[in-house]
């Protein structure tokens, strides 16, 4: 029962949290811009991967209805 005891102990718990908020705190966020600029570039990128598989999807699918 010391175990479990000592893994719900509080100060552990407050000890966590107060180094996490100091990390958060070390951590470089995105601007809005840069966000705005990597989410187009990800939409982007989606888009021209999602042509080229169509386009050879449809070529595989033409391929393999003419056999």
Request: glycine letters at 2%.
């Amino acid at each position: 029962m010391k175990g479990l005891a000592n893994f719900f102990n509080l100060d552990r718990i407050k000890n966590y949290l107060k180094d996490s908020l100091i990390e958060l705190k070390k951590v470089k966020w995105l601007t809005r811009q840069e966000t705005i600029n990597l989410t187009l570039e990800v939409l982007i990128f989606s888009f021209i991967f999602l042509v080229i598989y169509g386009i050879f999807d449809y070529l595989f699918v033409s391929l393999l209805f003419r056999i």
